[in-house]
């Protein structure tokens, strides 16, 4: 039976895809940099496979990157304060990671008018389904 992934596995794998796409590195690169194959590069940008601390700290160098930096905002941050570990943020993380999700991310971040900001960030929610979360907390509130 296969366990379940961890969900900081899966957080820093899709920190570590973020950023190798941000630095326009392929999966071959970044395992020819690190000494292992595309194949094991992608189990860990899925997490399948956990990406041991040496080979994090060689990252972290690669990447030119503190090794908190794959961490930040991650489960075990929320789960310090206190929070439940939400699956919307490593969606969100897991998204921003993508090659759609960071040039969505890179051409937002050239607008530089915030009205027309707005009104794309008005836009994108009125086409994207109801956030199951916020609208129970807004039943809940009713």
Do not use: C
Request: aromatic content about 8%; overall charge positive; glycine content about 6%.
């Amino acid at each position: 039976m296969k366990s379940p992934l961890n969900s900081v596995d899966v957080y820093v794998g899709a920190r570590l895809r973020m950023r190798r796409a941000m630095l326009n590195m392929s999966q071959s690169k970044l395992g020819s940099l690190l000494g292992v194959t595309f194949q094991q590069v992608q189990k860990y940008e899925k997490g399948v496979n956990r990406i041991s601390a040496s080979r994090l700290k060689q990252a972290a160098s690669v990447f030119d990157v503190d090794v908190d930096w794959f961490y930040e905002g991650g489960p075990a941050e929320d789960a310090a304060k206190g929070f439940a570990e939400g699956p919307s943020r490593l969606l969100d993380v897991q998204f921003l990671s993508t090659t759609d999700g960071l040039k969505l991310n890179r051409a937002f971040a050239r607008i530089r008018d915030p009205k027309v900001r707005r009104r794309i960030i008005d836009l994108v929610e009125s086409l994207a389904p109801p956030d199951e979360a916020a609208q129970e907390a807004a039943d809940f509130v009713r």
